[in-house]
């Protein structure tokens, strides 16, 4: 009963069910327009939104979070331009299906399938959640530090175009953590003799400078891109259509929701096996895949809805982020106080519930705002670059003065700003480094514990390894991954769903 | 670990020598982390900052290997294509904003920052320009200063006395 309680908390307080709204809102705009990321907006809202009530600020979080999945796909559909990674597998199909006048009609349907996947993930979400947090509890230190770097590793792998870079940025992540007072002993790490870097460096600094600032930054190369408009017809979903599709939809649902709870993995590489899963299941399509096909509309988008529940398993019960977004997302709840992992479900069942009644809100806002507002849409999506960059850009300084009202944590944002530029510009993907330094912390001490329980003594934390089923599954994974080239794989994935479509 | 996407098998303008230098930083960091405990213990503060370094230093030196075999892109220059004369500029209007915001304070140099960075993008007539910068400043102020009140820098804006001046007419 008192789940229920906490479940109905956002649903019957007006400021609550407001601001789950606004971010929502906020979320289809901000993952709409091309150049802006979900990952960019919660690192700048983090910033303004320290101060508040934690519930507050959870509320709108999680709607930007909801509605920035989603509102990638309008795009993608409108302009072939995804609004988000997350949406890239939409574009294959989408943007055929608006070329033939149907925009309308694919936006209908892919609004309320993504709710549907939304809701699939969320149910796995509330029912999977406690046994795993029961199952975590049992967890060793070294299965959390090798939790860690597998995590770091898989979005490294995942996100950039070589093992190497990804790698590198992961680790670049893992030392800008250490930065400080080593929190057991006290000793300096990479101070300089510079008091001020005791505290270390602020994370959400670093966050808007590679997410902020280096992707705005990007958008200057593409200023001049016309925009085509599309006509949009009827946008309400045709019940048979529905109906037609509902199960394709909920077996892409449950491989979003497993690909987003795996760690390292999310939304953009849940749509993309989604595809896949659609073109082998779908014998006889009535339109080849690539051409318009709905099935290849609504797999991706069911899938990407439902990864963000699956998102939050491994998010809320070990504090291990899935991808940079998640990262953000822990970020922003060590800052208001709360420590997700095993026990947030135990100490903090109310959190719990809270969010998951939250995500369920911010999922039927989802249909709300998807369903409407298309004409107020279109006008917004059309804000010239020339405007927003240069706001971006504002919010993103005011954003990281406002963390400790520091003219430090402004610079810091700069510094990581340009290097992630340029690490861009490089093919080095910048996701790593924030899973780096969300995850330092923890894979420092969790090394540290591991390795005092075995009396300083390598073989024997290896012997004790074997014996573990649970800890033998992880280093076998790390293995493989760091010796069979994960890279083979993404490649291997990238060619089976773009090239019969390219 | 030479696999690499399509994509990667050119190599940029610059990024040799981005490589070159994360490799030189790597190494930079590689001996600060031996300072903070050398290799004393493996629990020891420095363990994990000389595993992480040691990481960056490995893998830095292997993206700078495949930068060495790939050949450079064609038809690709360094100031069109990977850092146009626009990012430079913008970085540094970045740059002085974050000099200036405290001595100025929030309102006049987000004012400035704005119609020079509108101006320059958006390239319509000023008046244009400082209608929006206006009203964009406007609506930033009104969320950030007075909804979510964040705390900015005043400056040499009296801003609080104007505040105060409006909220009194109210009453």
């Known amino acids: 009963m008192d789940a229920f309680n906490y479940f109905a908390m956002s649903w019957l307080s007006p400021e609550l069910l407001g601001l789950t709204a606004l971010g929502t809102f906020l979320g289809i705009y901000v993952g709409a327009i091309p150049g802006l990321s979900v990952t960019m907006a919660v690192s700048i809202l983090i910033s303004f939104t320290f101060s508040w009530d934690v519930n507050y600020a959870l509320c709108l979080m999680v709607g930007v979070y909801m509605g920035g999945v989603y509102g990638g796909s309008r795009t993608a559909i409108l302009l072939n331009i995804p609004g988000a990674p997350s949406a890239i597998a939409t574009a294959l199909d989408g943007y055929p299906l608006a070329k033939k006048g149907l925009a309308g009609e694919a936006i209908g349907l892919s609004t309320v399938m993504s709710v549907v996947g939304g809701f699939v993930g969320i149910i796995v979400l509330a029912i999977a959640a406690p046994t795993v947090s029961e199952f975590a509890i049992t967890f060793q230190p070294r299965d959390y530090m090798m939790l860690g770097i597998l995590g770091i590793m898989l979005v490294g792998s995942l996100s950039g175009s070589s093992l190497a870079r990804g790698i590198f940025a992961g680790a670049l992540g893992l030392l800008i953590g250490t930065v400080g007072l080593d929190p057991m002993t006290a000793e300096e790490r990479f101070t300089f003799g510079v008091v001020e870097l005791w505290d270390g460096i602020n994370p959400v600094a670093v966050m808007i400078g590679m997410f902020g600032i280096s992707e705005a930054l990007h958008q200057l190369h593409h200023m001049n891109k016309a925009v085509v408009k599309q006509k949009i017809s009827r946008i309400i979903p045709k019940w048979s259509d529905i109906k037609k599709y509902m199960p394709l939809s909920l077996q892409t649902s449950f491989i979003g929701v497993i690909v987003g709870a795996l760690p390292g993995t999310g939304g953009d590489i849940a749509a993309l096996m989604a595809y896949d899963h659609a073109k082998r299941v779908t014998k006889n399509p009535k339109v080849p895949f690539g051409e318009g096909a709905k099935e290849g509309l609504i797999a991706p988008e069911s899938a990407n809805n439902a990864a963000v529940g699956g998102a939050y398993i491994p998010m809320l019960t070990l504090g291990i982020p899935g991808d940079a977004v998640t990262a953000v997302f822990i970020g922003a709840l060590f800052i208001h106080g709360l420590n997700p992992g095993p026990l947030l479900l135990v100490e903090q069942p109310h959190m719990f519930w809270f969010t998951v009644g939250n995500l369920t809100l911010a999922n039927i806002f989802v249909l709300i705002f998807g369903l409407t507002g298309i004409k107020l849409f279109s006008k917004i999506v059309e804000c010239p670059k020339g405007i927003l960059i240069p706001l971006i850009f504002l919010l993103s300084i005011v954003g990281a003065y406002a963390i400790n009202n520091a003219i430090t944590d402004i610079w810091w944002m700069l510094a990581f700003g340009v290097f992630g530029y340029f690490m861009r510009l490089y093919g080095f993907p910048v996701g790593p480094v924030i899973l780096g330094v969300i995850l330092s912390s923890l894979t420092d001490e969790n090394w540290r514990r591991a390795i005092l329980t075995e009396r300083g003594s390598v073989s024997d934390l290896f012997i004790n390894m074997l014996h573990s089923p649970l800890s033998t599954v992880l280093f076998s994974v790390i293995v493989l991954i760091l010796f069979t080239k994960s890279p083979i794989w993404t490649k291997w994935l990238k060619r089976k769903v773009f090239r019969p479509s390219a | ?171």
């Not at chain 2, 363990?47 to 700078?64: G, H, K, W, Y």
């Not at chain 2, 900015?152 to 006395?161: A, Q, V």
Request: proline content about 6%.
């Open chain 2, 1 to 171: 670990m030479s696999s690499q996407s399509p994509s990667l098998t050119t190599r940029k303008p610059g990024e040799r020598i981005f490589c070159f230098l994360l490799v030189l930083g790597s190494v930079y960091l590689f001996w600060q982390a031996y300072k903070i405990s050398g290799f004393s213990s493996l629990s020891s503060p420095g363990a994990f900052p000389l595993a992480a370094s040691a990481a960056m230093v490995l893998a830095s030196c292997i993206t700078f290997l495949n930068t060495l075999k790939a050949p450079a892109a064609e038809d690709v220059r360094f100031v069109y294509h990977c850092f146009p004369p626009v990012v430079a500029f913008i970085m540094a209007l970045i740059l002085i904003y974050s000099v200036v915001l405290e001595s100025l304070g929030f309102v006049l140099t987000s004012f400035v920052f704005l119609f020079i960075s509108i101006q320059f993008l958006y390239r319509r007539s000023p008046l244009t320009t400082l209608a929006i910068t206006l009203l964009s400043l406007i609506v930033v102020y009104i969320i950030f200063r007075l909804v979510f009140q964040v705390v900015l820098p005043e400056g040499i804006m009296p801003e609080r006395e104007i505040l105060s001046s409006i909220t009194s007419l109210w009453r």
